[in-house]
């Protein structure tokens, strides 16, 4: 029997998960509300918040799973990428808990426990698996080669297509972290009420910096008053622009690649419009999806890689440093 007890800590939520033999025991995780008033994450209130948070969540997963510290095997955590300080909180807890228990230690990179996230509920699937990662910092196309073995398609140019949805929900007047609101608003709304411009760039790469700027002189030209009456139809709009751009890469790759397993991960994966979608323009594919809970940044995704390091016999050394911009091939 194996046990992991893992900590994601790179952005604005705080969790621990216990893992157990690839099955999740708890999975514990903290929303930092603070950053709402500012419309984004600010980054030395985030690294405090989980400064204040990684005990109370840790005990609460341990609780959760019944186990006491010393019952897990395996102490792990995210090493990058993301915030530096934010970083840096979970892996020298998780550092100072593997020392003090004596317990082996993996720092985990943050891409791949979203890539690993729906292996929670897929345990089955093999690679080669073709991954679409779409989340508040990256958007990428990624072939899992293998189990650890990762080639990178194609990657954003500028912003990820989270950052563009929290943006463009800020310019509606929408609260942070504005996916959901424009996800909830847009089934209220018409997709086809205004065309906002796609981005077209070469080969695979993706590109959402022209949209929001689109959206923005669009909404400029428009009394305060009409835009709220508006406010569904512009949502599903912007969001349509948005999902047409994914939906584009992501069929060009299956195409290049002649795979037909795809796996759509991270916090936009769980855009019911993006489901719908992908149901239904993509029934040629088996499509894999995490589960709602493991969609965001979470502790059991991290806790999944981590497991499956430590049983191919993998271990890494306490003076591990985090690494803000980590790459996937570095994982």
Known sequence: MLRVLAFETSCDETSAAVIEDGRVLANVTR??????????????????????????????????????????QVVAATRGPGLIGALLVGLVFAKGLAHSLGKPFLGINHLEGHLFSIFINHPEAAPPILFLL??????????ME?????????????????????????????????????????????????????ARVPGLDFSFSGIKTALRYYL???????????????????????????????????DQTGLRRVAVVGGVS????????????????????????????????????AYHRAVAGETHPLSLDAVPDLDLTEA
């Open 270 to 305: 769980l855009n019911s419009r993006l489901r719908e979608r992908l149901a239904r323009e993509f029934a040629d594919c088996e499509v894999l999806l995490p589960l709602p809970e493991y969609c965001a940044d979470n502790a059991a995704m991290i806790g999944m890689v």
């Open 146 to 198: 293998e189990r650890f073995r990762y080639r990178l398609l194609g990657t954003t140019l500028d912003d990820a297509v989270g950052e563009a949805f929290d943006k463009g929900a800020r310019l509606l007047g929408l609260p942070y972290p504005g996916g959901p609101h424009i996800d909830r608003l847009a089934r209220q709304g018409d997709p086809g009420f205004h065309r906002f411009p796609r």
């Open 220 to 254: 400029e030209k428009r009394e305060p008053a009409w835009v709220q009456a508006h406010l569904p139809h512009l949502a599903a709009a912007y969001q349509e622009a948005l999902l047409d751009m994914l939906l584009e890469k992501l069929r060009a790759a299956v």
């Open 134 to 143: 779409v989340s508040g910092g990256h958007t990428e196309l990624v072939v």
């Open 31 to 72: 929303q930092q509300l603070v950053h709402s008033e500012f419309g984004g994450v600010v980054p030395e209130l985030a690294s405090r918040a989980h400064a204040r948070l990684i005990l109370p969540v840790t005990l609460e997963a341990l609780k959760r799973a019944e186990l006491e510290p010393h019952e897990v």
